[in-house]
């Protein structure tokens, strides 16, 4: 099996979290320097997690002139940050060996269209590539198409895109869906408070191949490629319509309604199925969905009647975090840090245990490599967990500084993008 050298989108390929064959780090000390490779300083704020191809590491961030403030933990204040200085969003291009900057671009200048939280930046969609090109979405500031070489081969504005809260349309909490590239083309879930839709855009143009309406609130998700069940499809999170589209056409080929209100968890794939999970409201669901499945389909527990459903519960579920399947084990942990292991297949709880003290929150989702998970908390402290059916944690290790995206692997290196730096381990 090949180590995993590209991570080229959000949670890496297909955003499964996974690094193939890599032999990561089980502990290291950013201060003492023991397996640290570099430790490079960014300015601004950027909650996008690292991308690499090849020997390019990129990432995304967003200069305020006023408000460079993060506040972290376990809160549920809505206000956005009232900030309207002129921000200056960049993409920078590192070695990924060396942590050297090989090019910066400027993407825009000017003041935000849209508030952020409190606990969000203005550069927190992960950045996608295609290993020709390099996409950065920056939501209301636009769509930026670049070549590796850092030069621009087009831009896209989609327009005011106002993502908030819907019940309460003042809290402006600012953009989080990545692009990804798929077969050939770049889809888009743009869920805003009016006009909300998934797109497939042609990457030499950045024009639309097609556009699918969709009657959503506000969502934060990223969309994922399912290349299983016949017909590949781009499935979505939602909380009126998580649902799965024909990647050729963007017919929709199936919907369900209902969950958590703010949809915040990318949907992956593992063991053949299709796992979607968010939280907020009265429920936090974790469906297991056939690949195959049509037409809509009804929530736990009478849906579980259905074929297309494999299992499901309308517990247990994450908020923040995308899961994680490995093997034949799926990973839901919340963000006040309780982890949950369950068989992927039939949905058996095997274990449920806390990281953290609980007083400590996790936004950034998990990434695995052999046998090891990571679990990294706001405050920056990296919990080694052992894979497998029994709780086991085998090392943390603090990055010193506050930590809200999610890694990168590749060869073997972990890649943290922190409050103020790019921490390679």
Known sequence: MATTIHWPQFRGPGASGIAEAAKTPITWDIEAKKNLKFKIPLPGLGHSSPIIWGEKVFVTTALSGKNNDLRVGLY????????TSEHEWRIYCLNKRTGKILWQQTACKGVPKIARHTKSTQASATMATDGKRVLAFFGSEGLYCYDLNGKLLWKRDFGVLDSGYFQVPTAQWGWASSPIFAEGKI????????????????PATGKDLWRTPRTDVPTWSTPTLCKVGGTPQIVVNGWKHIGGYDLKTGKELWKLVGGGDIPVPTPIIGQGLIFITNAHGRQNPIYAIQPTARGEIKLPPEGLGNPSFAWGTLRDGAYMQTPLVLGNYLYVCNDAGVLRCFEADSGKKLYEERLGTGR???????????EKLYYTSEE???????????FKILAQNPLGEVCMATPAISEGVLYFHTQGHLVAV
Do not use: H, M
């Open 380 to 390: 920056g402290e990296v919990i080694v967990v052992q894979a497998g059916a029994k």
């Open 360 to 370: 400590t929150g996790f936004t950034a989702s998990a990434v695995a490599s052999g």
């Open 76 to 83: 549920g204040d809505i206000a956005p940050v009232a900030d």
């Open 187 to 202: 889809i888009v879930q743009c869920d805003v408070q009016k006009g909300s839709f998934v797109a497939a855009l042609d």
